[in-house]
Structure formats: structure tokens, C-alpha cells
């Protein structure tokens, strides 16, 4: 089985400070792991994702994460935070290359103090 | 190119009064996922299409929820008759069989039983 959990529902930062928003997972096999960004009444959009290649993997809007194997971690990060980027973000693993089940966080909502 | 088209953006309806949900996968995706998010929760699979075929049904309420995807296009999603705790949004997403590019969500359909 597999599950994620990321640490904070709800996390604030000030425009231009660090974004940093922590997700870690249990897995039986080498896992895929996403992030998603939800705007307010929209649908999730695919933010980045590790496929067993590179461990640090860049996504859109300046976003990245690292894979850590050792820590079970695949925390999201952002330099500097913009307003734009006030929206809820969700983890997922799956075991496969998106043809399978993905099982998601319950998500944290990041607001940014301008 | 088209997104996954979900219609209708919002529902409301009374309990008991039954309810269906419409998707257009991207075109070419033969792989189909019905997910419900509730308030405050990351979304959970409810049902995935291979083509035609619900080849993962384990986590859909059967006794009042049921899904076709004729031709292996489009999908419906219908609650008959809908509880209160049904009120969600339900989401419909698409993916080539094992791609790695993980699934594209449509917008989503926001559920109020009243």
C-alpha cells in the first residue's frame, strides 16, 4: 500500500521569501511521485514529477523538488515566493508511469503575505 | 489541444433527486479516472477506465453510483439516488497507458446536495 502525508494543511510566507512545502510517503516499490497545484474552482495542475530519473526535478513556475530515497521526502520548494502562487498543492504517488492509481495528500494550502 | 471537458461546472440538487456527471478525455488518452475530492481532502479514485473496460471499480459505492464509458470516449458518472455526504467535486482525468507524464485533470464538476 502506499500513502503520503504532507506536514501543514495550511502554510503562509511573505511575497519573495522561500516557499517550502514538505511531503513525505511510504511505498513497497519504487515510486513515482507528483506534485499538484489546484486554483480556486479549477482542476489539478501537474506541477512536476520523479520518475526514477534525475532526483532534483524542475517544474513550471520556478517550482522544484528533491527526491531523498533515505528520508522518504519529496518536499516542494520555490526561491521566492509571488502572489500568483497562492493556491493548494497536492502530493501523489503511484506506483506506475500514470496509467495507475495515484494516491494523493490531503494537500496544503499556501498563502503569500504581500 | 483540447483539455479533459467536464460538464456541468456546478450541480445542486436534493437528496434523493439523481445526479450525472459528463467527460471528454484529451483525445487519443484510452486511460479514464473518475476522482472525488472532498472539502478539504486530496481527490480519491473512485473508478479507472482501460478503453471501455472499469478495470479498477474497487473503490466505487455501487449500491448508488455507476459509470459507462461507451466507445471508450466519453464517461458518465451518475449517483442515483445522492446522499448529502455525496456534496464534492468530482473530477475526471486522462493519460496514455503508461505514459510518465502523469494524468491531465479536467475542471471538475462541484456537487451541493441540499
Known amino acids: 500500500a502506499q500513502s503520503v502525508t504532507q506536514l501543514g494543511s495550511h502554510v503562509s510566507v511573505s511575497e519573495g521569501a522561500l516557499v517550502l512545502l514538505r511531503c513525505n510517503y511510504s511505498s513497497s516499490v519504487p515510486p513515482y511521485l507528483f506534485w499538484y497545484v489546484q486554483y480556486p474552482n479549477q482542476g489539478l495542475q501537474l506541477l512536476l514529477k520523479?520518475?526514477?530519473?534525475?532526483?532534483l526535478v524542475k517544474g513550471i513556475n520556478g517550482f522544484e523538488a528533491e527526491f531523498k530515497k533515505s528520508e522518504t521526502s519529496f518536499h516542494l520548494t520555490k526561491p521566492s515566493a509571488h502572489m500568483s502562487d497562492a493556491a493548494e498543492y497536492f502530493c501523489?504517488?503511484?506506483?506506475?508511469?500514470?496509467?495507475?492509481?495515484?494516491?494523493f495528500g490531503k494537500g496544503t494550502k499556501l498563502s503569500v503575505i504581500p | 489541444e483540447a483539455g479533459v471537458v467536464q460538464s456541468p461546472r456546478y450541480k445542486i440538487i436534493e437528496k434523493k433527486q439523481p445526479v450525472a456527471f459528463w467527460c471528454n478525455p484529451i483525445s487519443g488518452h484510452n486511460t479514464l479516472y473518475w476522482y472525488r475530492q472532498n472539502l478539504g481532502q486530496g481527490p480519491e479514485l473512485l473508478i479507472r477506465?482501460?478503453?471501455?473496460?472499469?478495470?479498477?471499480d474497487s473503490q466505487l459505492p455501487k449500491d448508488r453510483f455507476s459509470a459507462e464509458r461507451l466507445k471508450g470516449v466519453d464517461s458518465t458518472l451518475k449517483i442515483q439516488p445522492a446522499e448529502l455526504g455525496d456534496s464534492a467535486v468530482y473530477l475526471c482525468a486522462s493519460s496514455l497507458r503508461d505514459s510518465p507524464y502523469g494524468y491531465t485533470f479536467g475542471s471538475g464538476t462541484r456537487l451541493t446536495v441540499v
Open positions: 477506465y482501460e478503453n471501455e473496460e472499469a478495470v479498477d
Open positions: 520523479y520518475t526514477s530519473a534525475a532526483t
Open positions: 501523489a504517488v503511484g506506483p506506475g508511469a500514470g496509467s495507475y492509481q495515484l494516491t
